[in-house]
């Protein structure tokens, strides 16, 4: 745990110690997955990729890869977008 | 829902993105705050929906992602005014419709009847016309309180009235007095009470046996006990009688007082029973084929009548379906439709099997049974037996109850005036 706290950068401990969301403070990503099949992102800069099996999301710092079938964007905002398919995972890449 | 309809009265189109750096078109439609919904791949390019405004401004973005747009599909209102934009009668007829609709919504179409048990909607129906209300009447000229007004006049039982309306509907909501009822029928048995009192006084009487039995019970109110329990009686005999003996010391009648005897007895009695019933029965064989079928449509006192319903049949049945159209609940038009349907059929004699004739002496006794322990006859044992004699099945026997047995009748009257003559004789002789 303290070695953990020793890696946290001075936004994040401040956040951390004043209990701010970390969304708004740090502009983490909220990912959101309702079952299987349904993914809402908010806080992200874009998408790097997207086909019906693969999409590629950039968030600050990190991206956001989901894999699945008929994978398909039912909106697509500034703020949030929705995916909708048959999710099979969800990873985060440098 | 609401979303779908907003997007649809601004109107929207399909898209399609070609090209090499689709993903950067995509990212800068969402930095220019273009709205993008419905994204998906298609082959090597990708559909969406866009809204108009959104696909005006996509111009300078198109350029600088150098991808191509193709417009697949226009959607929404603004579109289809577009491709209407020809046909002249078109608003019109539109206008018209809302028109229409404006004009016949300030009119009742329907009377609703909430609350009436006793008074059905008929009869409320028919009292509302006579007061000039009824469907297809402007809703200005509806005056509620007045309805209510009316309906509690003319309906006692009625204690509560609500009118309202409700779009183009006449909500008539009544609450009936529920103890009307029970009312009526206390007064009924006080007046048969007020009438067995003022009965006691003026005629006295007796309480003879309506049929032969053994006493088994005898509880006297009033008058003399004749009978006592064990004892067997014959029809007409008098169980209690309403004349009392007056003694004096010597123990000898002086005189009666009369006074209306009043006493439960019971006594078991016998009841012959006998039913019986035909083997054979008449059953309708319908002939499928030959049949006629009718249908017809009436407006006003114009029919007009599809098919025949001629027929060369000896024997026949003819039922009659009849349907008037009406809109709501209770505003008929002058349009009825049925259909006439007439059914050949051939009788044939058939027989009853033992099992079913059985059954039905079994069931016709038991409800004989039911009827009688109704009326409060007690049925102690019975001997009813099943017999099948060739075309006539019978059920016979004997049903031993145990039943009340006493009816009043007129007490005779015995006159002393002769005996104290008789006395007063003695008396001076002496």
């Known amino acids: 745990m303290k070695k953990e706290y020793k890696t946290m950068c001075i936004g994040e401990k401040l956040a951390d110690a004043a209990s701010l969301p970390k969304d708004v403070v740090m502009g983490a990503s909220v990912v959101t997955v309702l079952g299987s099949d349904e993914v809402i992102i908010e806080n992200y800069r874009g998408i790097i990729e997207y086909t019906d099996s693969l999409v590629r999301v950039q968030t600050k710092g990190k991206q956001i890869r989901l894999c699945g079938k008929r994978l398909q964007v039912e909106y697509y905002t500034n703020d949030e977008m929705k995916i909708t398919g048959c999710i099979c995972s969800i990873e985060f890449c440098t | ?430």
Not at chain 2, 68 to 84: D, I, S, T, Y
Not at chain 2, 247 to 253: H, Q, T
Not at chain 2, 384 to 407: C, F, H, K, P
């Open chain 2, 1 to 430: 829902m609401i979303e779908s309809i907003i997007r649809y009265m601004r109107g929207y189109v399909k898209i399609r993105v070609e090209g090499e750096s689709t993903e950067r078109f995509l990212n800068l439609c969402s930095h220019h705050k273009i709205f993008i919904w419905g994204l998906a791949p298609c082959d090597t390019a990708y559909e969406m929906y866009v809204t108009i405004d959104g696909f005006r401004k996509l111009r300078p973005l198109i350029r600088k992602t150098h991808v191509k747009v193709a417009l697949v599909k226009r959607h929404g209102f603004p579109f289809f005014v577009f491709q209407n934009r020809k046909r002249k009668l078109f608003v019109p007829g539109f206008l018209l419709c809302v028109s229409l609709l404006y004009a016949y919504s300030s009119f009742i179409w329907d009377i609703h009847f909430e609350g009436n048990e006793t008074y059905t909607d008929q009869v409320l129906l028919e009292f509302l016309e006579q007061i000039d209300v009824t469907p297809a009447m402007p809703k200005g000229r509806v005056d509620c309180p007045q309805i209510v007004k009316e309906i509690r006049e003319e309906y006692d039982d009625i204690v509560w009235v609500s009118v309202s309306i409700e779009g183009s509907r006449l909500f008539i909501h009544v609450k009936e007095n529920e103890d009307t009822f029970l009312d009526e029928d206390d007064m009924e048995n006080s007046a048969r009470a007020d009438e067995a009192v003022s009965m006691e006084n003026v005629a006295p009487a007796d309480l003879v046996a309506t049929m032969d039995g053994t006493i088994t019970e005898i509880v006297t109110r009033s008058g003399v006990p004749l009978v006592h329990a064990g004892d067997v009686v014959k029809k007409g005999d008098i169980l209690v009688s309403g004349r009392i003996e007056v003694l004096n010391d010597a123990k000898e009648v002086t005189g009666y007082r009369y006074c209306r005897a009043d006493a439960d007895i019971y006594a078991d009695t016998q009841l012959v029973y006998e039913n019986t019933i035909s083997r054979t029965y008449e059953e309708k064989v319908y002939q499928q084929k030959e049949q006629r079928i009718q249908f017809y449509l009436t407006v006003g006192d114009v029919r007009v009548s599809i098919g025949s319903k001629a027929h060369p049949f000896e024997k026949y049945e003819v039922s009659t379906e009849e349907y008037t159209l009406k809109l709501g609940e209770n505003f008929y038009l002058p349009l009825n439709y049925g259909k006439i349907h007439v059914k050949s059929y051939q009788t044939e004699e058939k027989k009853y099997a033992d099992r079913t004739v059985q059954e039905k002496l079994t069931e016709d006794f038991q409800l004989f049974c039911q009827k009688l322990q109704e009326k409060g006859i007690q049925i102690r044992d019975n001997s009813v037996r099943i017999y099948l004699n060739g075309d006539v099945a019978s059920a016979q026997g004997t049903l031993y109850l145990n039943q009340a047995i006493a009816e009043a009748a007129d007490t005779e009257i015995i006159e002393m005036v002769e005996r104290n003559e008789e006395d007063e004789s003695i008396r001076s002789d002496n």
